[in-house]
């Protein structure tokens, strides 16, 4: 049973490229969030998602940022034309659809993103 | 003022030493959550409480919801238990996902 897959490990950007983050959560797992941490700071919450839905995006920026969860493949977490305070480690955690567990999240290993 | 306040923010402690890591929160929760965060980045999720106590293994939290106030204690510390250590919240009222994080606890244990 693998646990949550975020691809890539390590992404470079020069500014004013597309970032792309994925995230593939636990087998049979329907929810995913996704957390920010930039250097030196503690983690963020960007996004909650469930299966073509988004929950809530309260702790996504305005503009040029991006999440989707289709019914079919991995979460993406989407940023347009990065700039240089988007370098940070993005992690994604996923929890089950129900029952006590559906608070316990479980993480992936995080994508650091480097923008040149 | 964070919402939710650790401390100490860095923790040194020779092998087999008892360690206690708190957290203070000022907000209506639903659950606390404390997470391991390894020097390679990864983050394991320890334990999700909301009310008393609970153990695994070496590791034990504790909550005080009339305080405001948890607990993680590791007890015979072993360097392989050096890692940073985060208290997190769901916030009463908000969505499951959205945790408010502490800033850690840097914990080193010296061989």
């Not at chain 1, 995913?32 to 988004?54: A, D, S, T």
């Not at chain 2, 020779?14 to 390679?40: D, K, M, R």
Request: net charge positive.
């Amino acid at each position: 049973n693998a646990g949550v897959m975020q691809n890539p490990r390590h992404l470079v950007r020069r500014r004013g490229q597309e970032a792309r983050l994925r995230c593939s959560p636990m087998k049979g797992h329907s929810h995913v969030y996704w957390y920010r941490q930039l250097p030196e700071e503690g983690l963020k919450f960007m996004v909650y998602l469930q299966k073509e839905n988004i929950i809530d995006e309260s702790g996504m920026p305005k503009e040029r940022f991006s999440a989707e969860f289709p019914k079919e493949g991995p979460s993406i977490l989407r940023i347009q034309q990065v700039v240089r305070g988007d370098s940070a480690a993005y992690f994604c955690a996923s929890s089950p659809p129900s029952g006590y567990s559906k608070n316990i999240q479980y993480f992936g290993a995080g994508t650091r993103l480097s923008v040149l | 003022k964070n919402e939710v306040e650790q401390s100490p923010q860095n923790l040194t402690a020779q092998e087999g030493e008892f360690i206690t890591i708190n957290c203070s929160y000022s907000v209506g929760i639903s659950a606390l959550h404390w997470l391991q965060q390894h020097p390679g980045g990864g983050i394991v999720s320890l334990f999700m409480l909301s009310s008393g106590k609970k153990k695994h293994g070496r590791l034990i939290a504790t909550i005080n919801i009339q305080e405001k106030h948890s607990s993680l204690h590791i007890t015979a510390s072993h360097p392989r238990d050096s890692a940073v250590y985060i208290c997190a919240v769901t916030n009463y009222g908000g969505s499951q996902g959205n945790l408010i994080f502490g800033k850690g606890t840097k914990l080193s244990v010296k061989p």
